[in-house]
């Protein structure tokens, strides 16, 4: 990601699919090779700096726990299912969210000598995403840090104040 990359740059779009449910995306891309990006994302001890720690098989069909560990209150995990697993280039995970099932897909690039990750989750229709997206949008800030070794975003409330807006209907 460029260093002076704004919220607005690192914004995630929503767009109404055919069937009514939202997608929401996210396009993100370093410098760095794809084996590293890829690790970031999967290698537990790198997971754990910037979103949380998986606990079960990791291969596609193998299903476990989640703990998204940076957020507040008690830790209890989701239910998370390895759908596809295609390294370095594709991860796609079942989990639960509040009322449904997430469905997550990570489809990383190459891109000359850096990588480009795009980030997709869809929602039902009637579906508010302007939280969701902009958590997304925080975790991803974090995964920027894990990757490139630039601050990580600031706390959730600041950040929200800054991003929150922009993910909230006029």
């Known amino acids: 990601m460029s260093e002076h990359a704004?919220?607005?740059?690192?914004r995630g779009t929503v767009t109404a699919e055919a069937d009514g449910r939202q997608r929401l995306?996210?396009?993100r891309s370093w410098p760095?090779?794809?084996?590293?990006?890829?690790s970031a994302l999967t290698e537990p001890e790198r997971l754990a700096?910037?979103?949380?720690?998986?606990?079960?098989?990791?291969?596609?069909?193998?299903?476990?726990?989640?703990?998204?560990t940076h957020e507040e209150g008690e830790h209890t995990g989701s239910p998370a299912t390895i759908?596809?697993?295609?390294?370095?280039?594709?991860?796609?995970?079942?989990?639960?969210?509040p009322g449904e099932i997430w469905r997550l897909e990570?489809?990383?690039a190459e891109e000359g000598a850096g990588t480009v990750?795009?980030?997709?989750q869809w929602f039902a229709a009637d579906a508010d995403v302007a939280d969701f997206a902009g958590g997304w949008h925080w975790y991803l800030d974090k995964l920027d840090a894990e990757v490139s070794g630039r601050p990580g975003p600031a706390?959730?409330?600041?950040f929200w104040a800054e991003v929150g807006p922009g993910y909230r209907p006029a």
Request: hydrophobic fraction near 40%.
């Open 32 to 38: 760095d090779p794809i084996d590293d990006v890829w």
């Open 6 to 10: 704004s919220a607005e740059d690192r």
């Open 49 to 68: 700096r910037w979103i949380g720690r998986y606990e079960g098989e990791r291969a596609p069909g193998g299903a476990g726990t989640f703990f998204m």
């Open 117 to 120: 990750l795009v980030f997709r």
């Open 83 to 97: 759908v596809e697993c295609a390294p370095p280039r594709r991860l796609v995970v079942d989990t639960t969210g």
């Open 155 to 158: 706390e959730w409330d600041t």
């Open 106 to 108: 990570l489809d990383l």
């Open 25 to 27: 995306e996210f396009r």
